[in-house]
Nanobody
Framework: QVQLVESGGGLVQDGGSLRLSCAAS????????LGWFRQAPGKEREFVAA????????YYADSVKGRFTISRDNAKNTVYLQMNSLKPEDTAVYYC????????????????WGPGTQVTVSS
């Protein structure tokens, strides 16, 4: 069973940056894809970015493309989300999750969700 724990959230001003981390543990950690999602109050959870664990291929939601960068450290079983040029509309709880599939971006394709980390961008 895989356990994921997010960290690195906080309060930042409009235009600022944050780096989120997602640390994975568990004897059976061998996903094909790791993804970041976010959920703002009163809204559905939405896809942000994902990376394939072996090849390192990345893909992003249009709303964050060019501002966010996903990366991974296989040796540390950790995935990162570098968030630059943050906007108030990026305010949400950010979650990481794993998928046995490739190049998927829907909530139902992912599992083993972490507890989330709050990101708040003030205007």
């Amino acid at each position: 069973q895989v356990q994921l724990v997010e960290s690195g959230g906080g309060l930042v001003q409009d235009g600022g940056s944050l780096r989120l981390s997602c640390a994975a543990s568990g004897r059976t950690f061998s996903p094909n894809t790791l993804g970041w999602f976010r959920q703002a109050p009163g809204k559905e959870r939405e896809f942000v970015a994902a990376i394939t664990w072996i090849g390192g291929s990345t893909y992003y939601a249009d709303s964050v493309k060019g501002r966010f960068t996903i990366s991974r450290d296989n040796a540390k079983n950790t995935v990162y989300l570098q968030m630059n040029s943050l906007k108030p509309e990026d305010t949400a709880v950010y979650y990481c999750a794993v998928s046995p599939r490739f190049f998927v971006r829907t909530v139902r394709d992912f599992g083993s969700w972490g507890p989330g980390t709050q990101v708040t961008v003030s205007s």
